[in-house]
Nanobody, 120 residues
Framework: QVQLVESGGGLVQPGGSLRLSCTAS????????MGWYRQAPGKQRDVVAT???????NYRDSVKGRFTISRDGAKNTVYLQMNGLKPEDTAVYYC??????????????WGQGTRVTVSS
């Protein structure tokens, strides 16, 4: 069984910073990629940033230059450093991983979500 556990969400003022963390645990054979998605009320869940096992990163345009995704392969952990936060960044942020569980087949796994609120 595989679990993704997130932390780091909270309330922050516009222009502030937060760092989200997500650790994948359980019987994992191989991780191909990890990333962050977000979903605001009434909106679709959309990708924020992804990082592959080789370290290649991708960001949605609205967060480029403000957010940084990174990973610690030894810890199966992905981070999202969010700087210059804006009210429109307010959403529930979900960690995901594209991985192969031990004795299983490749699939996507999702965390429970952590809420980020940007407000004065």
């Amino acid at each position: 069984q595989v679990q993704l556990v997130e932390s780091g969400g909270g309330l922050v003022q516009p222009g502030g910073s937060l760092r989200l963390s997500c650790t994948a645990s359980g019987r994992i054979f191989s991780i191909y990629a990890m990333g962050w998605y977000r979903q605001a009320p009434g909106k679709q869940r959309d990708v924020v940033a992804t990082i592959t096992s080789g370290g290649s990163t991708n960001y949605r345009d609205s967060v480029k230059g403000r957010f940084t995704i990174s990973r610690d392969g030894a810890k199966n952990t992905v981070y999202l450093q969010m700087n210059g936060l804006k009210p429109e960044d307010t959403a529930v942020y979900y960690c995901y991983s594209d991985l192969i569980p031990r004795l299983g087949r490749r699939s996507d796994y999702w965390g429970q979500g952590t809420r980020v609120t940007v407000s004065s």
